[in-house]
């Protein structure tokens, strides 16, 4: 062995670990974990209660995608080291946004959703720009946000329409090109041949004799799945994805190191009002009409996905694939109570348990194999 190649192995700061090793600290650990043991759980206690039939495999990843979409924007903005306390108005609001102008002002609904994205993304970047201008805690910034866009959800249709509920978007929305990106269904298809193959349940009597109870894959699920890809590709295969890590860990030592932390974490907010105007358009497109109480407390929902999937709530750590198995969690356990035949009202219970045992699983474990305090 060569001097320089002792020098290399005496070497103190580095270290060579083994793939266990790296398998336990990745983020995603806690998700994983606490996802087969919520899946073992009602497995055991709701296994014959048709919650793992097509139908009702459906229905909670309904439940997953809504808190998946979120959950992608939380997650690199939290990685980013920020927080945006405002994403729950920003469902109201940028809901009750498409339902005035498609409706109320008889727009276009494809133009209604184009603007409605377009007001949304510039309130996140407003957002970051007073985060990264002031140095104000994000914390603070968007909880005035959270308030403020939820008094303009309130305030506009009262004012407009006199009511607090504007429907009306399904006629709008018929036969629209964008409108059906958010609230249709896909491989109809695929699911009919499931169907006439025996492989998933049919009608067996009335109009719909034949068809296949799940008839298609929601837009809802689909921009879940295609967020999730986006973002992880984003955060593991790019170079913009190293600047978000950097950013949230040492966003002055990121500086120094020509990374443009201001411009990112900007990037990031507005990222997640985007995603957070995603969910509303196609909660729009599913009931046909916007609510001024749509989205409360979805904030801190998705909040939680991503620290089930266990990204550190001071930045610079974190996984969308985590943030995904979070909100895969939140999905199964709320219809699962269901099924299970447990009161609705304790989800809000074991999602707290959930939560608190997968943050202090992730902690020991990183503890117990870097030798961290």
């Known amino acids: 062995m060569s001097d320089a190649q002792t020098q290399f192995a005496d070497d103190e700061r580095i270290k060579n670990r083994s793939k266990f090793r790296e398998a336990m600290i990745r983020p995603e650990l806690g998700g994983i974990i606490g996802t087969i043991a919520v899946f073992a759980m009602f497995l055991i206690f709701a296994g014959d209660s048709g919650m793992f039939n097509s139908q009702g495999v459906m229905n909670w990843s309904q439940i997953s995608a809504q808190f998946m979409i979120i959950a992608v924007g939380a997650c690199l903005l939290m990685i980013a080291g920020e927080f945006d306390l405002s994403v729950g108005s920003m469902i109201g609001f940028a809901g009750m946004l498409i339902a005035i102008f498609s409706v109320t002002l008889g727009w276009p609904v494809w133009l209604a959703i184009l603007v409605t994205f ?126 978000i890590f950097a950013a949230g860990g040492d966003a002055e030592a990121a500086r ?95 999602l707290g348990l959930i939560l608190l045992f997968a943050v202090i699983l992730n902690t020991y474990i990183r503890r117990v194999i870097t030798g961290e305090r």
């Open 118 to 243: 377009a007001i949304a993304t510039a309130i996140g970047a407003l957002n970051g720009f007073i985060v990264v201008r002031t140095g104000l805690p994000s914390f603070i910034v968007t909880l005035a946000f959270l308030f403020i866009l939820r008094g303009f959800a309130i305030y506009l249709p009262q004012t407009i329409e006199r009511k607090t509920i504007i429907g009306g978007v399904a006629d709008a929305a018929e036969g629209d090109w964008l409108a059906s990106l958010f609230g249709g269904k896909i491989l109809t298809g695929l699911f009919q041949w499931f169907g006439d193959n025996g492989w998933i349940a049919v009608f067996e009597r009335g109009t719909r004799k034949g068809q296949p109870v799940v008839d298609g894959l929601p837009m809802l699920i689909v921009w879940a799945i295609l967020l999730v890809i986006v973002g992880h590709v984003i955060l593991t295969k790019t170079r913009f994805g190293n600047w």
């Open 256 to 350: 120094n190191s020509g990374v443009p932390v201001n411009r990112v974490k900007i990037l990031m907010f507005m990222f997640t009002a985007f995603c957070a105007t995603v969910f509303a358009t196609c909660q729009v497109m599913e009931f046909g009409g916007a609510g001024s109480d749509r989205g409360l407390l979805k904030e801190f929902e998705a909040i939680i996905a991503v620290v089930i999937g266990g990204a550190l709530l001071t930045g610079g750590y974190g996984s969308v694939v985590g943030a995904a198995l979070g909100a895969l969690i939140f999905g199964v356990v709320q219809q699962g109570l269901f099924f299970a035949g447990v009161e609705s009202s304790l989800f809000r219970v074991f």
